[in-house]
């Protein structure tokens, strides 16, 4: 079945404790991206890869950070995790530009 | 910046109606694309529209896209209370590959 897997789905954390979340697809997409969803701010992009080893920062970047060593895979580092991150998380990827973007269930984070 | 703003904001009908929710942005786009969210919930995407199309159907779905207005329109014909979710438009423009999303729309279908 073709999917966008994200882990962990749920997390607490504390202020400066490193932590990934991961994202996989199994569709062989060349795009990948991450957003963040807060309430009356809708989805904003985080960053974005347009294929292994090409990232490229979205709108909100500051505290984020990312790899694509593989196509498959695109996680996202908080290297010090600070309670203005506490977002709900999405990662998506797509087949190439103007097509459809196919989104993972979601991570909800809450940073203390 | 916000790109796609939908209108309204919240919207509740009755089953069997039929719900119109509309979207404007302000820049040109290659595409517009419609996404539907169960709440708090991963997005499902519904129908992409491309900037040289009027019109597109998907099953009950109706999308619009009148780029000399820069406004799209999502029809949801016959409506179910399990259409009841945020629904959000998303244009995608430029040369790199970036989503902007709006606000959305929460649709409530009442049984």
């Known amino acids: 079945e073709a999917q966008v897997t994200q882990n962990p789905r749920y997390l607490i954390t504390v202020t400066g404790k490193k932590l990934t979340v991961t994202c996989s697809q199994n569709m062989n997409h060349e795009y990948m991206s991450w957003y963040r969803q807060d309430p009356g701010l809708g989805l904003r992009q985080i960053y974005y890869s347009m294929n292994v080893e090409v990232t490229d920062k979205g709108d909100v970047p500051e505290g984020y950070k990312v790899s694509r060593k593989e196509k498959r895979n695109f996680p996202l580092i908080l290297e010090s995790p600070s309670p203005n991150q506490t977002s709900l998380y999405f990662c998506a990827s797509s087949a190439g530009r103007r097509q459809t973007q196919y989104f993972g269930p979601g991570t909800r984070l809450l940073v203390l | ?111």
């Open chain 2, 1 to 111: 910046s916000q790109q796609g703003e939908e209108d309204p904001q919240a919207l509740s009908i009755q089953e069997g109606e039929n719900a119109t929710m509309n979207c404007s942005y302000k820049t040109s786009i290659n595409n517009l694309q419609w996404y539907r969210q169960n709440s708090g919930r991963g997005l499902v995407h519904l129908i992409l529209i491309r900037s040289n199309e009027r019109e597109k159907h998907s099953g009950r779905l109706r999308v619009t896209l009148d780029t000399s207005k820069k406004s799209s329109s999502l029809l949801i014909t016959a409506s179910r209370a399990a259409d009841t979710a945020s629904y959000f438009c998303a244009t995608e423009g430029g040369s790199n590959y970036k989503l902007t999303f709006g606000k959305g729309t929460l649709l409530t279908v009442n049984p």
